[in-house]
T-cell receptor, first 115, second 113 residues
Framework: GENVEQHPSTLSVQEGDSAVIKCTYS??????FPWYKQELGKRPQLIID?????GEKKDQRIAVTLNKTAKHFSLHITETQPEDSAVYFC??????????????FGKGTHLIIQP | DTAVSQTPKYLVTQMGNDKSIKCEQN?????MYWYKQDSKKFLKIMFS???????INETVPNRFSPKSPDKAHLNLHINSLELGDSAVYFC????????????FGAGSRLTVL
């Protein structure tokens, strides 16, 4: 099955600086890579996703890059703000089962924005 | 108009008891899931149902039994609760199995004493 590794587990940055979270995956057949944000006590919510036919996708201050050859993808947040503080999860899906195996999540990154 | 709703939100019970968590989605999605989030925040899939049929059953003790009466509902019944079952259980749904956006419920925090 798919295995997703995520680093770092905790990331502390100054407000206004950029944050980068990196993930690697094991199943070369995976073709869908979403990122979820989970605020304290809340549900995970999708913030951005990328499919394997695209190398980069951007949505305002958030961008995701994908390197299929190396099997890694990254989340970039620029001009960080206090409300960006949360746990971020990467995930991968779409393996040989025709995508029937659901999302495999990384272990999460606790992003702390220092004022 | 909550898209994925699960009840109860909090559940505190004694070891050995049996409990159920209910989940309903009004998005018209074909696939529903149960995820477990432990104290370290790790999200792990437990079960997946597509149109009422089980398609994923990860290595979960058989004390956990999902039931899907129709494609809008996926309930989770847990027998003989153990301390290690304490976690937040998230229900989720997607338009189709895999490779698709998951919409999560608000979670059900289970505490076993």
């Amino acid at each position: 099955g798919e295995n997703v590794e995520q680093h770092p587990s905790t990331l502390s940055v100054q407000e206004g600086d950029s944050a980068v979270i990196k993930c690697t995956y094991s199943d070369s057949a995976s073709n869908y890579f979403p990122w979820y944000k989970q605020e304290l006590g809340k549900r995970p919510q999708l913030i951005i996703d990328i499919r394997s036919n695209v190398g980069e996708k951007k949505d305002q201050r958030i961008a995701v890059t994908l390197n299929k050859t190396a099997k890694h993808f990254s989340l970039h947040i620029t001009e960080t703000q206090p409300e960006d503080s949360a746990v971020y999860f990467c995930a991968a899906s779409g393996g040989p089962g025709g995508g029937a195996d659901g999302l495999t999540f990384g272990k999460g990154t606790h992003l702390i924005i220092q004022p | 108009d909550t898209a994925v709703s699960q009840t109860p939100k909090y559940l505190v019970t004694q070891m050995g008891n049996d409990k159920s968590i209910k989940c309903e989605q009004n998005l018209g999605h074909d696939t529903m899931y149960w995820y477990k989030q432990d104290s370290k925040k790790f999200l792990k899939i437990m079960f997946s149902y597509n149109n009422k049929e089980l398609i994923i059953n990860e290595t979960v003790p058989n004390r956990f039994s999902p039931k899907s009466p129709d494609k809008a509902h996926l309930n989770l019944h847990i027998n003989s609760l153990e301390l290690g079952d304490s976690a937040v259980y998230f229900c989720a749904s997607s338009h189709r199995a895999g490779a698709n956006v998951l919409t999560f419920g608000a979670g059900s925090r289970l505490t076993v004493l």
